[in-house]
């Protein structure tokens, strides 16, 4: 029996994944957050979900932790998957539906397989329309309908018979399936204990069939039964049953009360999870005949059914970048992604994308002071805790306004902020720059990457990882692990070269690392000073060069920009 067809609609409320880049600060965190707020107030939805790219850093942690305000959801990877394109929600069936039942569900659904489900909704097997075909042309022996255990009552039911009398939940387990075509006496020769018996109305051979132990007698054209025969059934525990099919087509369609079980396929099914990503799926697909692919729960339940058709044109996961639009800082899978906004505050880089975006780009300090201004513009009241925020990442990004990449927008946006959030905003500025700063506690791995980021100048590729901390001798203890640990990156990242940035926010100056072949000559240009080669406390590494760079603070505005435009020279 078919279990109850579910109707489903697709992709109606697809969520919008609202991330910022990899390694996330606190604006890239802050600003997804904040936005996504603002999308499902602007939209009267809940669709825009805030994600993160990456582990939040301690300075991020404090901040969330201090507005009580959850981690966003983490995605490693933003590539299509299961659960991003239309599948058919295929609804599953019983192991006892006969053949014909089956057979008329795929054609007037449009199916080519069915699942066939436990009564826990979990998958048993599967069954073609290719395999209700091979039943029909494959040729029997008279007892196939006891070998594949038929129910009595598919068998009714296929031959839209009438039940006189008898026990239908009974299976076909023993006997074989025979015309009565002789006369009584012959009978007797071929009808055997547990037979299905395909007759006329004749009562003799009726009762001959009962005589010999026949467990059901199906009466062709609809003829009527005796009360004699009938109440001599009922003592025998016969079933009789009436069709209106002649005998012929009554021995043609018997075949077809075979329950599906007895032709699925149970061994070797090949089955996906929403999970699964369709660039892996293609592979499999293409190395099997088969046609659809079930679709299972993490839970091992059944959803649906995939096929190669369903990969075509299929829609990626739509997503919005805040504070990045560079492709190599973004989540894994960005190019088969749907990037339906931008919003950043970095040069405009290579992202490319499927279609035309809302992208907005602003020579700002911070992203989150755009997206504080899109709250204004859309007349919507920025929340306490929201508000906290914005102001914290505009303070982080800003080093509290004390970064060159700082205008007179952040800093009237950030004080404006921490009014409607109710904090001094020097006094929490210390606080969360305590908290970020800490590194006791920290592999060197997590130190180097809790702000690090990909860049492109001309054939170069680099990276730039940023400490910062309010003690100098802090960053002078990590000195000589990060630079190691900097070479291993330069393969690990497939970069040519990488900086690390040792910023003291207090006296606002950056000691500079430079690894990799060439890194030394560029910083020279780039910055006209001459940097002072590092004696390596490991063999085997690329040389470093280190410099002091007063006044720098910033990444975005005063190291890769010049980096860039003499990198493109070399």
């Given amino acids: 029996m078919a279990k109850e067809k579910k109707k489903i609609q697709h992709n109606t409320e697809r969520e919008v994944l609202v991330t910022g880049h990899r390694n996330p600060d606190t604006d890239s965190i802050c600003a997804a957050i904040a936005y996504s707020r603002l999308k499902n107030k602007i939209t009267n939805s809940e669709r825009y979900i805030p994600c993160r790219a990456g582990e939040p850093s301690r300075e991020t942690a404090f901040v969330l932790d201090y507005f009580k305000v959850p981690e966003p959801r983490l995605i490693t990877s933003v590539k299509t998957q299961v659960s991003d394109i239309e599948y058919r929600k295929t609804p599953g069936v019983d192991r006892d539906m006969s053949l014909k039942k089956a057979w008329t569900m795929m054609n007037e659904d449009n199916l080519v397989t069915l699942p066939v489900l436990t009564s826990y909704n979990s998958l048993e097997g599967v069954i073609t329309i290719g395999d209700i075909a091979k039943s029909y042309f494959n040729v029997y022996d008279s007892h196939i309908i006891s070998k594949a255990h ?79 025969i009938k109440s001599l059934a009922e003592a025998n525990g016969m079933i009789i049953m009436v069709t209106s099919y002649d005998a012929y087509t009554a021995a043609r369609l018997i075949n077809q009360s075979m329950p599906i079980s007895y032709f699925m396929t149970t061994d070797g099914l090949i089955t996906f999870t929403e999970d699964d990503y369709v660039d892996d799926m293609r592979d499999i697909m293409a190395s099997k005949r088969h046609r659809d692919f079930p679709i299972m729960a993490k839970d091992g339940t059944y959803l649906g ?51 035309p975006v809302y992208f907005r780009n602003q020579p700002l300090g911070c992203c989150s002071t755009i997206v504080t201004q899109m709250y204004k513009e859309n007349n919507i009241e920025i929340d306490k805790q929201t508000a906290g925020l914005l102001m914290s990442a505009i303070i982080s990004d800003t080093l509290l306004f004390r970064s060159p990449t700082c205008t007179p927008l952040d800093e009237k946006t950030g004080r404006e902020l921490a009014e409607i959030a109710g904090v001094d905003i020097e006094k929490y500025a210390f606080s969360m720059f305590s908290a970020g700063s800490n590194l006791k506690g920290k592999t060197i791995e997590e130190i180097f990457y809790q702000d690090f980021k990909h860049f492109t100048a001309g054939k170069i590729e680099f990276g730039v990882s940023q400490v910062t901390s309010l003690n100098k001798e802090e960053l002078e203890a990590f000195k000589d692990g990060l630079e190691n640990f900097a070479n291993k990156a330069l393969k690990v990242e497939g970069i040519d070269m990488s900086f690390i940035m040792l910023t003291n926010i207090l006296d606002r100056s950056t000691d500079l690392l430079a690894i990799g072949q060439g890194a030394g000559k560029l910083i020279a240009n780039a910055f006209g000073v001459e940097p002072v080669k590092r004696e390596n406390t490991e063999g085997g590494l690329e040389d470093c060069w280190s410099v002091i760079l007063p006044g720098v603070v910033s990444r975005k505005k005063q190291l890769v920009p010049p980096l860039t435009l003499f990198g493109e020279q070399m």
């Fill in 305 to 355: 059914m995939v096929s190669r058709r369903n990969l075509l044109g299929n829609h990626g996961k739509q997503v919005i970048l805040v504070d990045h639009n560079e492709p190599g800082q973004a989540v894994e899978g960005i190019e088969a992604a749907d990037i339906l906004e931008i919003i950043d505050h970095h040069k405009i880089a290579t992202v490319q994308t499927m279609a």
């Fill in 150 to 228: 038929t129910k009595f009552a598919n068998i009714q039911e296929t031959l839209e018979a009438t039940v006189v009398t008898g026990d239908m939940s009974r299976c076909c387990t023993e006997g074989k399936v025979l015309i009565a075509a002789a006369n009584p006496e012959m009978m007797s020769y071929y009808i055997e204990k547990h037979d299905i018996v395909i007759l006329g109305n004749r009562a003799e051979n009726q009762l001959s069939a009962m005589d010999n132990g026949a467990d059901c007698i199906i009466i062709c054209e609809g003829a009527n039964v005796s009360p004699t």
